[in-house]
């Protein structure tokens, strides 16, 4: 079957959003399918990563961006006192502003997709659409559509959503969207390549001049406010003097990074802490087996593409109790803390890293558990499953 991926941030982010979409159809394209991708790139057509050479690009050029006006929100909390009131209300304010920018954006990509695509719809076979309801609905009345909602939808979208042939879900975006879409929400499972991201021995602590007596807390993910690194930055200014066996690894990049950074500059001048920036899909398997616990901060997190692969390389977890961090942490491969909260992250770090035995123990869980069940073959397999039946789209 020809399909094409209409998706609004694949090429931008290097998110987890995008690395599903892009392992999930060179997986379904492996199946015999023609995969093309409609996708944002820059003003002259370039993408920051490439896509799998089985999926074919349609570039979607301009001036793109997701996340204006937070390097401005960051440097002014930068100059904040970290226990003040006001920074409390500094960060709900960041929070609404990002939200809304969001939303903006995907209005401006939904009405660029309706213009360049106008004349071309016929020419596929199904359509798959990741995140903008409005616009899968409109796709829906001329082809066979498929919409996959990477986090909760409210009720009021009911009506737009049962427009769409199918609507694909999973972890906790899926449990609020069937109490009122039913059994129309069906679930589309994340994949993890099991080959790459396995336990085995890593030459990044000696690259950054650590030991392997060294107790390592990483994070890997955008750099954003959404995703809760200041947190995690603050909770290890905190720890870190009186710990000094403990260092933090930091890998990805956004518009907290150089709040991050004023946070740690002392520990990152001693070499307590590193923020590496910008490393290929391929090679993360090697920093995650750097660390002795992942940390994913998240004030708001779907089912975590990261928590999947650190756990897959046999790494413990240390998660925001929200969402779709539930789930992965009760399978016994890690731990919860309280949701935006530094001082809970705080000791939530001191007790488990204390217990390096136990982390090992953990890790071992949570790598059998995610290896058991999760690859992107069967991924696209469901995929496929959801086109034929939902669809009526022939293989």
């Known amino acids: 079957m020809k399909v094409l991926v209409v998706h609004s941030e694949l090429g931008v982010l290097r998110g987890g959003g995008e690395n599903f979409t892009r392992n999930l159809f060179s997986a379904f394209a492996d199946r015999g399918h023609n995969v093309q991708a409609a996708f944002l790139a820059d003003h002259k057509s370039r993408y920051p990563i490439p896509l799998p050479s089985n999926i074919a690009p349609i570039p979607i050029p301009g001036w793109w961006s997701r996340n204006a006006g937070q390097d401005f929100f960051s440097f002014i909390r930068g100059h904040l006192p970290r226990k003040d009131h006001f920074r409390t209300a500094w960060d709900r304010l960041q929070e609404a502003v990002s939200w809304r920018i969001l939303r903006w954006h995907e209005r401006r990509f939904q009405r660029r997709v309706e213009r360049d695509f106008a004349r071309i719809w016929d020419e596929f076979d199904a359509i798959y659409v990741h995140h903008s309801a409005v616009l899968a609905s409109k796709i ?6 498929i919409l996959r909602l990477p986090g909760p939808a409210g009720a009021h979208l009911a009506p737009v959503l049962r427009a769409v042939h199918a609507v694909c879900a999973n972890g906790d975006a899926l449990n609020h969207i069937r109490r009122f879409l039913g059994d129309h929400a069906v679930e589309l499972p994340i994949g993890i390549d099991t080959n790459r991201f396995s336990p085995a021995g890593s030459t990044i602590r000696s690259d950054l001049g650590w030991n392997e007596g ?54 990152i001048g001693h070499g307590r802490a590193h923020i590496e920036p910008d490393v290929d899909h391929e090679r993360l398997s090697d920093w995650y087996r750097a660390m002795d616990l992942l940390v994913m901060p998240s004030r708001y997190e779907n089912f975590s593409n990261t928590i999947l692969e650190a756990m897959a390389c046999g790494i413990p977890l240390l998660a925001s109790d929200v969402g779709g961090n539930k789930p992965l942490a009760e399978t016994g491969g890690g731990w919860l803390f309280e949701a935006a909260s530094m001082s809970s992250l705080v000791l939530s770090l001191n007790r488990i890293l204390g217990t390096k035995a136990e982390m090992k123990a953990r890790g071992e869980v949570g ?25 009526g789209v022939n293989r």
């Open 214 to 267: 060294d107790r390592v807390v990483g994070y890997v993910g955008r750099l954003t406010h959404l995703k809760g690194v200041d947190l995690l930055a603050s909770a290890f200014h905190e720890i870190s003097r009186a710990l000094s066996d403990v260092k933090l690894l930091i890998v990805g990049r956004g518009p907290e990074e150089n709040f991050i950074r004023s946070v740690l500059v002392e520990e």
């Open 367 to 391: 790598c059998r558990y995610i290896r058991g069940r999760y690859s992107w073959a069967s991924s696209a397999k469901r995929l496929e499953e959801i086109m034929i039946s939902r669809l």
């Open 140 to 145: 829906a009345r001329r082809r066979p559509t």
